[in-house]
């Protein structure tokens, strides 16, 4: 039997009216790097904010590694099947 592939769904907030309301994204792939991660806000936020003027935020911690996995980042209990409770919060400064 195949092994299924984990995935986070995502909440992205901001105090930038680039995501008023905030931004959902569902089913990320819990391999997913840092850096990709900036890729897909981008491309989810009407501004396209560049990747490299985005500081994301995680229970108060800048994530910085690009290299990072989600997995990583949000750890093995925020990670998973589609029963676990809530979704993680990430929140997404751009600098002016």
Do not use: H, W
Request: proline share 7%.
């Amino acid at each position: 039997m195949a092994e299924e592939a984990q995935t986070v769904n995502l909440k992205i907030l901001s105090p930038s009216s680039d995501f008023e309301g905030g931004v959902n994204l569902a089913d990320v792939p819990a391999s997913t790097t840092v850096k990709e991660l900036r890729s897909r806000i981008q491309d989810a936020a009407p501004s396209k904010p560049a990747p490299e003027r985005m500081r994301l935020i995680y229970r108060g911690r800048v994530v910085a590694n690009d290299a990072d996995t989600l997995s990583n980042v949000f750890g093995v209990d925020n990670v998973g099947s589609p029963t676990t409770c809530g979704r993680p919060t990430l929140m997404v400064n751009t600098a002016t």
